[in-house]
């Protein structure tokens, strides 16, 4: 078993794994993890894919995945942004109500 | 079973058991604690992978900006608050499913996976930066990573949308912390330059000297240092837009002599690299530690842009 299959099945295991966090998980902050589990999944099996057996790795992929490694960043700060929103807004809510 | 085939096996159930904790435990905290750890250890498996590039990108801002991000976020949110869990109906088939798409993409990933590798196409030549991921970064696919640069900048415009981030103010710190702050961050800074040189040739690169940078700055943040430099609506604005600005404004200029955009001429090509990388560290550092500042729980009176 080369690197490669071994660690693209791990990427299909963890992109499965946070896609099914994001889902079925209540809790907003829990569902920002499993999006970025979900995410660190893809670029495992990217890169697996890279793989050239004794020759060095096809750069465009982990040119790719670096650029994701960043978008997955500005995603999480965007949605940590909006959770923070609905939390102050339903803490208001609550305060209103007593 | 050689040795290394052991290694990858332990680090692979390793990275599946963090990745199955951080969505499970019922406490948040530990949930981001293991989060952290799993993006570390990912980071080691880049490097099993012949990917070090992204294994300096990964711990730093995969691991370290995202995980700092969300305890940031977590401890402004009050006392640590437990996760009740799905209900158990509903989660088992979703479970179920889970695990026939894992089953189908296996299906398909598999033979592409243990197929011989393909020839390496010819990629065009790259003149001087033989590091082959930074020269697909900045020269044969620059245009993906301009975009990129713009997604920071929509991420920060997205932030402030939904409410002042906060100024960074002067705190009390630990007085430990304070002073290992001063050691490693002047570290950091010149660390952080090494690697964006080291990029053209070797290893590094712009995202990873940005990523050791805002570290830096961030580590700073924690240790009560305002940062004053980063104060102001209009400064965090330029500093954002700065870096695409630049390598819109480079790729723009070379048409000039009627060629193709960003089609670096030959003898211009590792200046300007250089000069794009170079701002881009910056302007991505400086992005990251104000998104950084917009997790921390608000104090009122102090807020600005």
């Known amino acids: 078993m080369t690197p490669g299959i071994l660690f693209g099945g791990t990427g299909i295991a963890l992109f499965v794994l946070g896609l099914h966090g994001l889902l079925v998980r209540p809790r907003f902050l829990r569902k920002v993890l499993g999006l970025n589990v979900a995410g660190s999944g893809v670029f495992l099996l990217l890169v697996a894919m890279a793989q050239r057996g004794e020759g060095p790795p096809d750069p465009v992929p982990h040119a790719m995945v670096l650029t994701g490694i960043v978008v997955a960043v500005s995603a999480t700060a965007l949605a940590l942004a909006l959770i923070r929103r609905i939390h102050a807004a339903e803490r208001g809510h609550r305060e209103e109500e007593r | ?305």
């Open chain 2, 1 to 305: 079973m050689s040795a290394r085939l052991l290694l990858d096996g332990l680090l692979a159930l390793l990275l599946l058991w963090l990745a199955w904790r951080a969505l499970r435990l019922p406490d948040l905290f530990q949930a981001g604690v293991h989060f952290l750890a799993f993006g570390l250890l990912l980071a080691v498996v880049w490097l099993r992978l012949d990917a070090p590039d992204l294994a300096l990108a990964e711990a730093a801002i995969g691991a370290g900006v995202t995980a700092a991000l969300y305890l940031n976020t977590l401890a402004g949110m009050g006392t640590h608050p437990a996760d009740p869990g799905p209900a158990p109906g509903p989660a088992r088939l979703a479970g179920f499913l889970a695990l026939l798409l894992a089953g189908l993409m296996l299906t398909v990933a598999a033979p592409i996976l243990s197929a011989p590798p393909p020839d390496a196409p010819s990629l065009p030549p790259t003149g001087k930066l033989t590091n082959p991921v930074t020269a697909v970064l900045l020269d044969i696919r620059g245009y993906d990573t301009l975009l990129e640069t713009a997604v920071l900048v929509e991420a920060l415009m997205g932030v402030w949308i939904l409410g002042r981030t906060p100024a960074l103010a002067a705190e009390e710190a630990p007085p430990v912390l304070t002073g290992l702050v001063r050691l490693l961050v002047p570290v950091m800074i010149v660390v952080a330059g090494a690697v964006l040189w080291n990029g053209a040739a070797g290893t590094g690169g712009a995202f990873q000297g940005a990523a050791i940078l805002a570290a830096a700055g961030i580590l700073a943040r924690l240790g009560g240092f305002p940062l004053t430099f980063l104060h102001g609506a209009r400064r965090r604005a330029a500093l954002a837009a700065s870096a695409t600005a630049l390598f819109l404004g480079v790729g723009l200029v070379v048409m000039v002599p009627g060629r193709p955009f960003l089609d670096y001429p030959a003898p211009w090509q590792g200046t300007l690299v250089l000069l794009i990388e170079a701002v881009a560290t910056v302007s991505l550092a400086a992005v990251l530690v104000v998104l950084f500042e917009a997790t921390s729980p608000r104090s009122r009176g102090e807020e600005e842009s």
